[in-house]
């Protein structure tokens, strides 16, 4: 897996830059949105290789979840999540998101049904977020096939952060 993180200043405008293709013009961005985006990198700085966002959710939205318990819970579900990105090896992976968290991967799936107690939502994710192999894929599945041939599965993330974000609302 390839990891990158920008570490100085002049390396955040200078990545920020190249993503809108500006790379030799300095970056002027309004106050507000400028000092956003230094602090989220430096929040992805102290977070890293996990996304500030995935431990946000974590923590926040699964706290709710009276079958849940925090630390072990986050540290069992992360472990899982890990260990799937090492076996698949995403070559789209800079860092360890939200939507890394799979439940066609039968250890995440039995933590989100059983530790979580969300086995209700199963079908649903099998039909519509993410099946298991051998299974009928998923909608979202589909039409990262159909849609989106040879390209990170962009749907299928999309559909697998709103089901985690959306759990424990």
Request: charge should be positive.
């Amino acid at each position: 897996m390839a990891f990158f993180v920008l570490r100085s200043e002049v390396g955040f405008r200078l990545g920020i830059a190249a993503l809108g293709g500006e790379r030799e013009k300095e970056l002027r961005l309004p106050v507000i949105l400028y000092h956003a985006a230094v602090e989220l990198r430096d929040r992805f700085a102290r977070s890293y290789p996990l996304h500030p966002k995935l431990l946000e959710m974590l923590t926040e939205k699964t706290s709710s979840l009276s079958t849940f318990q925090r630390t072990r819970g986050m540290l069992r579900l992360l472990a899982r999540t890990i260990h799937h990105l090492w076996r698949i090896q995403p070559p789209d992976a800079a860092s360890i998101h939200t939507h890394h968290m799979d439940p066609a991967f039968e250890p995440i799936r039995t933590e989100i049904n059983v530790k979580l107690g969300q086995g209700q939502y199963a079908p649903a994710v099998k039909s519509d977020v993410a099946a298991v192999a051998g299974d009928e894929p998923a909608l979202a599945q589909r039409i990262d096939a159909q849609k989106y041939p040879g390209l990170p599965p962009v749907t299928a993330y999309v559909a697998r952060t709103i089901f985690c974000i959306s759990v424990a609302v």
